[in-house]
């Protein structure tokens, strides 16, 4: 699929949104309403190699899970996500988010995904409407998080890793 672009400015510091989204458990907070079902791949979720399983609702998809993990940080500009969805993970995904700073507290989201879909099957459902919907969704996603940080409201849940509490070293105990 061609990439598309969407784009949101949100009127807070570009390191405060940054940090936000390079922390891979916040993703579900403003995703919940298409990509359910979260599991983190790892204890730390945050940084490059951090990354969510999730489960897709988009028409047509017979194999919604999918997954993502952050490839690079370019800190406080870009993140670069990158995963795979569909039938036995086969299309390719990417997702590039870059944060430019318009003015002081102000930051402009600019969301650019892309899929690479392996058989004419898959180009064919994406045809079909799921392109439309992953633009449509992306688009309400990053309104829910402009609401996040500009009004405090519109979460959805924040992931989390599963079990009970954890080694000392991870600092994830309870």
């Not at 990509?35 to 399983?53: D, K, Q």
């Not at 102000?106 to 969301?111: C, D, E, I, N």
């Not at 099957?121 to 919907?133: F, H, T, Y």
């Amino acid at each position: 699929m061609q990439p598309f672009t969407v784009e949101r400015t949100v009127a807070k510091p570009r390191e405060q949104l940054f940090s936000y989204l390079a922390d891979a458990a916040n993703h579900p907070e403003f995703t919940d309403h298409f990509l359910s079902e979260w599991r983190m791949t790892r204890e730390e979720t945050a940084g490059v190699g951090a990354g969510g399983r999730f489960k897709a609702k988009l028409p047509f998809a017979r194999f919604p899970w999918g997954d993502w993990t952050i490839v690079r940080l370019d800190e406080p500009a870009t993140l670069v996500l990158q995963g795979r969805t569909g039938k036995f993970n086969r299309i390719r995904t990417l997702t590039v988010i870059e944060l430019i700073e318009t003015a002081p507290e102000r930051t402009r989201v600019v969301l650019t995904a892309e899929t690479q879909p392996r058989y004419p099957s898959d180009r064919l459902l994406e045809a079909l409407g799921q392109r439309s919907a992953l633009r449509r969704h992306w688009r309400r996603a990053l309104r829910r998080l402009q609401m996040i940080f500009e009004e405090d409201r519109g979460r959805g849940p924040r992931a989390t890793i599963a079990g009970g509490p954890r080694k000392p070293a991870s600092r994830l105990s309870a």
